[in-house]
């Protein structure tokens, strides 16, 4: 089963430029309760290193390009996001790291819950000890 889960996403298109719509447990499988962007990220500079224990989220590249590498204490994946009109669903318990922005990157993240401290692991070695076990028999649906 792949890590990444692409969303794409419906525009509708005139002469006057497109419109893409989110709406929760439509189009997005969660109710939103917070939304985010990264902009302005250095040359260099990469972002995530952490996974949620309960936090689910969808992740659209706006404009400008970045690439996640997804992990679930198993395998990793890695995945470009470079169209606004495709978003990636990251589950609970799944590592996330951000690299490659480019100097136009847009990136908006979507989120199933409030900002919670407690909900995040920062360290690598905790989220492989909460995941490993049992085949990710921690991960709840």
Known sequence: ???????NFRSSSDERGSL??????KNIP???KRVYYIFGTKPGVSRGFHAHRNLQQVAVCITGSCRFILDD???SESIILDEPLKG???ESLVWREIYDF???CVLMVLAS???HEKDYIRKYEIFREQTYHGNNSSKQS
Do not use: A, Q, R, W
């Open 1 to 7: 089963m792949s890590l990444v889960k692409i969303i």
């Open 20 to 25: 893409c719509s989110l709406e929760s447990n």
């Open 30 to 32: 969660f109710d939103i």
């Open 73 to 75: 204490g198993e395998s």
């Open 88 to 90: 990636i669903l990251i």
């Open 102 to 104: 480019t100097p136009d």
């Open 113 to 115: 819950d409030h900002y």
